[in-house]
């Protein structure tokens, strides 16, 4: 019985740890990973996310190609255009950076989206052939306050630092 109460108080504890950001109804949350895009009409399951704002929903592929055993840091980094607000620079592990260039190789024409807590806070387009990609970081926009940037930044990096060494 106790047991059972301290993780449902943990895992309401971690649903609140991004303010404005929170798990979509039905689905467990999840800090940070890397889809693409569902192929339409390929007759294969999806999964159905929505952006952060609620603007829109997106269907996306049932597994993550990265999550954040992945990255290696998350930084919030001020706007320059927008003063005031800021975005999220996500560097990548050695290998999530082979991970991000091998998937950007294989699945050049596809969208992938950058899921936090339950919700798409990007999405981007690989960039086309002969372009090299970046495999080093991603970047989230936002634009987020220096508040929302830093509950995000340290549930990030929380994760970070409670995944299990590869």
């Excluded at 109804?25 to 192929?39: I, P, Q």
Aim: proline fraction near 8%; charged fraction near 25%; charge should be positive.
């Amino acid at each position: 019985m106790a047991r059972t109460v301290i993780v449902a108080l943990v895992a309401g504890l971690l649903a609140l740890q991004a303010p404005g950001v929170g798990a979509q109804r039905g689905r467990a949350a999840t800090v940070l990973e890397y889809r693409l895009e569902a192929v339409s009409g390929a007759g294969r399951s999806t999964e159905t996310f929505r952006w952060r704002d609620g603007s829109k929903s997106v269907e996306l592929e049932p597994e993550p190609f990265m999550t954040v055993a992945d990255v290696q840091s998350a930084t919030a980094i001020p706007q320059k255009m927008a003063p005031g607000r800021f975005s999220i620079q996500l560097v990548h592990t050695p290998a999530g950076a082979r991970r991000f260039r091998a998937v950007a190789n294989r699945d050049r024409e596809r969208q992938f989206s950058i899921v936090f807590d339950g919700a798409i806070v990007q999405s981007y387009a690989f960039p086309p052939p002969p372009k090299d990609v970046d495999d080093r970081a991603s970047q989230i926009y936002g634009p987020f306050s220096r508040d929302e940037a830093t509950a995000i930044v340290r549930a990030i990096e929380r994760a970070i630092h409670a995944r299990p060494p590869r």
